[in-house]
C-alpha cells in the first residue's frame, strides 16, 4: 500500500505541477511522508480557494495517511460527485478505501477502473495490493507482474511484489506448509539475497521446524546486514536448543552495540530479548528491574506487559500474569501473547474449561499456529482415556519373590470428573519356606475438582487374597485432597486402607493397614525445593507406624533435569515383632542422592536415580545404604510409550531381612483416542 500511495502522488504531482506552482510545498511534505504538515499546509490553502480540485484532492491524501481513513473516503466521495469522471480521483477513492480496511469494497472498485485501463500501473498495483489485503497472493502476484510489464523493475512494484510473497510464505506456515513457504521465501532471496525481512520470515520457518542448525546460518547470514537482529535471533535458538547461560551471553553482545543512533524497534527489541534471557537464566532480580525500567519509559506498551508476565510465569505467579494478559487484550484483542499467554496461564491455574475457551480464541484468530496447535495438543493430552500395565517381578536375599502384574485405564468424562479403574494381580512366594500367596485386586475411583487447583480423590475395591492357609477377602479405599496452599506449594491429605502384600508369609497374616497420611511439596525460584511427607499408620493387629520422610534438594540443569539433595526418614512402631516383620522402636536413614531425568522432545526418554547414605537400626551399629533406580523408555507414537525399570536397593524395608531388593519390571502407557471424548476438533469446546 506505501507503493501505491507514492505513486499516487506521483501522478499528483505530474498531473497538477505546472498548473499549482504555489503549492509545492505542500507537495513536498506529502512525497517526504510529513502529512501532517501536509495537512496543516492544505487546509490554508483551502480557507482561500475552497473550490481548488488539486488543494481538495491533496488534502484528502494527507488526512488519509495522516490517519483519518474514513474522512478522506468522505472527501474523495465528493470530489467523484462534482468530477465522476477524474481518473485521478478515482484512484485516490480506491486508494483510501484500502486505508479504511474496506479491501473488499475496494476490489470492486479497482475492478471497475481495470476495465477504463488495464495498462493503468497505479490501478494494477493498486490491485495486486489490495488482493494482498485479502490473502489472495496467488491473484496479487499476478497483477503487481502485469504492473512490472507496464513499468519494468519499478521499484515500488518490486518492494509490493516482496511483500505478496511474505503474506503468502506466512499463510503456508499458518497452515504448517514449511516446506513450500521455504520455496515462497527464496523467491524473495533470488532477488535481494541480503533482505533484512526475507531472513527472518526463513529463520522463523526454520526455528519453528526446530531446524535449529539452518536458523543459525540465516542469523549469521543476516549478520552481515544487521549484527544487533542477527545476534537476538541466535540468542532465540540458543534458548530453544535449551543452552540458556549461552542465550544470555549473546544477548549481553547484542546489548553492547546498541548506541544513540539504534532505530527505536530495533532497541527495543533487543532490550527485550536481554529480559527474556536473565528470565530464561532465573535471574529474576536483574530482569524486573529492567521490565521496571521499561515500564516507566513505556507504561501502555503491550510488549513490556508480556515480558512482566513471562516472569510471572516462570516465578509461578499464574494469578499475577493473567491479570498482565488481560491487560494486553484489553488494549488488542488480537494479540497472539495475550491470547496464548492467558490460555497458558488458565491451564497453570487449573482452570481447563477457560483455557479451553481462550484456547479456541486463539485458533479462531491465528488458525492452525503451531504454537495454538501444540497448546492445545498438550491441553488434550491431558484428559485423553489412558490405559497402562505394569509387569514385574522382584526379589530379596530373604528368599522371597514376587512377580506382580498391574492394568489401570482412566477416563475423564470432562475437565472437572475423571474415572478409573484398576486390576492387579501379585503371587509373592518363599522359596525356603514353600509359602505362597495370591491377591487379585480390584479397584474403582473417581478424580473430582472441586474447584480449580483443588481435586478431591476417592477409590474403593476389594482384595482375594488365596494362601497355603486359606483364603480371605479385604477392603481397600484410598480418599485424599490435593490442593495448591500457595505459589509453587503442593499438599495432599487423605486416608488409605490397605492390606501389607511385601510377600507371601505376611499376605498369610492378613494384616490390615490404615494410614493418615499428609504429603507437601515447596518450590522455590532458587532452584530448591523441600518435600515432605508423614504417616500415621494403625494396623489390624494393635501395631502402630508413624513414618516421617523429608528431602530438601537442589536443580542444578534443567534440561534435562538434575537435582541433587538430602533425604532423612524416620520410622517408629508402637511395638516390635521382629519375627513377623521388621518393626524396630527407631529407624533413621540419611543419604544424599542424585536424579537425571530426560522426558523433553524426543524418542527417548531415561530417569537415573541413585542415594547413599547411613541407616541406624535401634542402638545397632550405623549401616551403610545404597539405592540404585533407573527407567529407559521409548515414545513409540504421541500416542504410544513403553518404558523398561529396575531397582535395586539394600535399606530396610518390610521385613528384617529385606536388607538387598531388587526388582525390574516393563510398563507400557497407551493413550486410547488422539482427543478426550468430550471433544471433537480443536478450537472447540465440549458439547
Given at each position: ?97 484500502l486505508w479504511n480496511k474496506k479491501y473488499t ?25 489490495t488482493l494482498s489485503n485479502l490473502k489472495m ?551
Amino acid at each position: 500500500m506505501k507503493a501505491t500511495t507514492i505513486i499516487v502522488i506521483l501522478i499528483i504531482l505530474q498531473s497538477f505541477l505546472g498548473h499549482a506552482q504555489d503549492m509545492q510545498e505542500g507537495f513536498t511534505y506529502l512525497e517526504t511522508g510529513k502529512y501532517q504538515e501536509a495537512v496543516t499546509y492544505f487546509e490554508s490553502v483551502l480557507e482561500t480557494y475552497p473550490e481548488n480540485k488539486t488543494a481538495r484532492l491533496c488534502y484528502g491524501r494527507a488526512v488519509g495517511l495522516q490517519g483519518d481513513a474514513p474522512k478522506a473516503v468522505a472527501i474523495f466521495e465528493n470530489l467523484l460527485k462534482e468530477y465522476p469522471q477524474d481518473f485521478e480521483i478515482q484512484l485516490n477513492y480506491a486508494e483510501s478505501l484500502l486505508w479504511n480496511k474496506k479491501y473488499t469494497e475496494a476490489k470492486t472498485y479497482y475492478e471497475t477502473l481495470l476495465k477504463k485501463d488495464d495498462t493503468s500501473f497505479p490501478t494494477l498495483l493498486g490491485y495486486a495490493n489490495t488482493l494482498s489485503n485479502l490473502k489472495m497472493y496467488e491473484k496479487a502476484l499476478a497483477y503487481v507482474n502485469k504492473a512490472l510489464t507496464v513499468l519494468p523493475g519499478n521499484a515500488n512494484a518490486l518492494v509490493s511484489k516482496k511483500y505478496i510473497y511474505l503474506g503468502y510464505a506466512n499463510q503456508y506456515v499458518q497452515s504448517q506448509e514449511y516446506d513450500t513457504a521455504l520455496i515462497v521465501l527464496q523467491k524473495n532471496i533470488e532477488v535481494d539475497p541480503s533482505d533484512t525481512e526475507t531472513l527472518l520470515n526463513i529463520a522463523n520457518v526454520y526455528l519453528i521446524t526446530s531446524a535449529f542448525a539452518k536458523a543459525k546460518t540465516t542469523y549469521l547470514t543476516l549478520e552481515k546486514n544487521d549484527s544487533i537482529i542477527a545476534l537476538n535471533g541466535l540468542s532465540l535458538v540458543s534458548h530453544l536448543e535449551g543452552k540458556e547461560k549461552k542465550a544470555l551471553k549473546i544477548s549481553k553482545r547484542a546489548m553492547a552495540l546498541l548506541t544513540d543512533q539504534t532505530d527505536e524497534t530495533v532497541r527495543n527489541q533487543t532490550v527485550e530479548r536481554f529480559a527474556q534471557a536473565l528470565v530464561w537464566n532465573k535471574k529474576y532480580t536483574i530482569s524486573g528491574h529492567v521490565i521496571d525500567s521499561l515500564t516507566q519509559v513505556y507504561p501502555d506498551k503491550n510488549w513490556v506487559r508480556s515480558l512482566r508476565a513471562t516472569q510471572d510465569v516462570y516465578t509461578g505467579d499464574f494469578k499475577k500474569a493473567l491479570i498482565q494478559y488481560d491487560s494486553i487484550l484489553e488494549k488488542d484483542s488480537l494479540s497472539f501473547d495475550g491470547n496464548l499467554g492467558k490460555a497458558n496461564a488458565q491451564k497453570a491455574l487449573g482452570d481447563y474449561e477457560k483455557a479451553y475457551d481462550q484456547a479456541a480464541k486463539a485458533y479462531a484468530i491465528f488458525g492452525k499456529q503451531k504454537d495454538v496447535m501444540t497448546f492445545t495438543k498438550t491441553l488434550d493430552k491431558q484428559f485423553t482415556p489412558v490405559v497402562e500395565t505394569r509387569t514385574s517381578y522382584s526379589f530379596d536375599n530373604g528368599d522371597n519373590e514376587a512377580t506382580t502384574f498391574l492394568a489401570n485405564a482412566s477416563l475423564p468424562l470432562s475437565t472437572k470428573l475423571k474415572v478409573f479403574g484398576a486390576y492387579q494381580y501379585r503371587d509373592a512366594q518363599n522359596t525356603v519356606t514353600n509359602s505362597e500367596a495370591k491377591a487379585s485386586s480390584v479397584y474403582v475411583g473417581l478424580r473430582y475438582a472441586v474447584k480449580p487447583r483443588v481435586m478431591l480423590n476417592a477409590q474403593a475395591g476389594i482384595t482375594d487374597v488365596t494362601t497355603n492357609d486359606g483364603n480371605y477377602a479385604a477392603f481397600l479405599a484410598d480418599v485424599s485432597l490435593s490442593l495448591q496452599p500457595g505459589k509453587r506449594q503442593n499438599l495432599d491429605l487423605g486416608y488409605r486402607r490397605e492390606w501389607e502384600d511385601f510377600n507371601a508369609d505376611l499376605l498369610q497374616r492378613a494384616i490390615a493397614k490404615n494410614t493418615l497420611y499428609g504429603t507437601y511439596n515447596l518450590s522455590t525460584n532458587a532452584n530448591i525445593g523441600w518435600y515432605t511427607q508423614y504417616n500415621f499408620t494403625f494396623q489390624n493387629d494393635d501395631n502402630q507406624k508413624h513414618l516421617l520422610f523429608t528431602s530438601l534438594y537442589y536443580s542444578i540443569f534443567d534440561k534435562p533435569l538434575l537435582k541433587t539433595g538430602i533425604n532423612y526418614q524416620y520410622i517408629s512402631f508402637k511395638d516390635q515383632v521382629p519375627a513377623i516383620y521388621f518393626s524396630p522402636e527407631s529407624f533413621n536413614v540419611v543419604e544424599v542422592f542424585v536424579d537425571f531425568l530426560k522426558n523433553q522432545k524426543g524418542k527417548w526418554f531415561y530417569n537415573l536415580n541413585a542415594a547413599t547414605g547411613l541407616q541406624f537400626i535401634e542402638d545397632q551399629e550405623q549401616q551403610a545404604i545404597y539405592r540404585f533406580q533407573g527407567k529407559l523408555g521409548y515414545h513409540v507414537s504421541e500416542r504410544l510409550s513403553v518404558d523398561v525399570f529396575g531397582l535395586h536397593s539394600n535399606i530396610a524395608s518390610a521385613t528384617a531381612a529385606g536388607f538387598r531388593f531388587t526388582e525390574v519390571g516393563f510398563h507400557v502407557k497407551w493413550d486410547l483416542t488422539k482427543k478426550p471424548i468430550f471433544r471433537k476438533v480443536v478450537g472447540e469446546l465440549k458439547e
